[in-house]
């Protein structure tokens, strides 16, 4: 039998959530059971956020992104549209993720095989901003204010504070401190 699926406010609720004070959730977006949202965060249309997701406060998760199970996602994040955040992923608070974002959380492909696979997802620290079109492979870490530049792909550890760019990602500069956050 299929689950009840209720619609307020445009999103579409397949079970019970956790909904802090003034979310708003745009028309068309999925949000799956056991999902917590913070006080004052967006859900933007045609998003698709699965089980057990956390989403803190003042974030904004643009339109058609898809959000798998088991993300966690800080305070004052800004995550722009078609993104897709891997199972596991862990982004902290203050992290700017632009369009077409791509994180990973296995190098095996295990579809139609019969052998167990490790979920290694990324972890997104503090501050770190992700410019359009990279693709962050499993296990890696973008360190604290770190700045990744567009269409990169982030096969190994960013340090804190540092500026990669290319494909494969490397170290190009420092954000200077005039860049950082003062918080």
Known sequence: MPREVTQTSGGIFLGP???GKNVTVRPFALIYPDVEIGDNSIICSFTTIRE?????????????????????????????GQCH???GLVIEDHVFMAVHVTTLNTRKISHGRDYEVKRDAPLIKFGARIAGGVIILPGVTIGK??????????????????????S????????????????
């Open 85 to 87: 955040l891997t199972s």
């Open 17 to 19: 959530v956790k909904l």
């Open 145 to 166: 204010e770190a700045l990744v530049g567009a269409g990169a792909l982030v096969t190994r550890d960013v340090p804190d504070y540092k500026i990669v760019i290319g």
């Open 52 to 80: 057990k997701t956390v989403i803190g406060k003042n974030t904004t998760v643009g339109n058609l992104c898809a959000v798998e199970n088991e993300v966690s996602i800080g305070d004052h994040v800004s995550i722009y």
């Open 168 to 183: 494969p990602a490397r170290v190009v500069g420092e954000v200077p401190e005039d860049e950082r956050l003062r918080i």
